[in-house]
């Protein structure tokens, strides 16, 4: 399995870009941002391709103050966690 979140930290002039590898095809993941608070700032719902893996991007430019956030991407039972830090 692989989750990578890029770039970080960012200065958030472009995209937030998630990358999911090691699933299997067809799988829904939650993916979501939280500030350091647990306040949901943005989530998307993804669906894995044929390969168990995709790449989605939060356009969330110039709309996120600096600080510590967290990525968290949730399918049944599995529960992978990223910080992001944003200057």
Do not use: H
């Given at each position: 399995f692989?989750?990578?979140?890029f770039p970080n930290p960012?200065?958030?002039t472009e995209d937030i870009n998630v990358s999911?590898?090691?699933?299997?095809?067809?799988?829904k993941i939650l993916v979501v941002l939280t500030d350091?608070?647990?306040r949901e700032?943005?989530?998307?719902?993804?669906?894995?391709d044929d390969d168990?893996?995709?790449?989605?991007a939060f356009d969330i430019?110039?709309?996120?103050?600096a600080g510590m956030y967290m990525i968290t991407a949730?399918?049944?039972?599995?529960?992978?966690?990223?910080?992001?830090v944003v200057k």
């Open positions: 692989e989750f990578i979140v960012s200065d958030c999911i590898k090691g699933y299997i095809s067809n799988e350091i608070t647990g700032v943005y989530s998307k719902v993804m669906i894995t168990g893996a995709f790449v989605t430019q110039n709309r996120l103050p949730t399918s049944g039972n599995d529960i992978y966690r990223k910080k992001l």
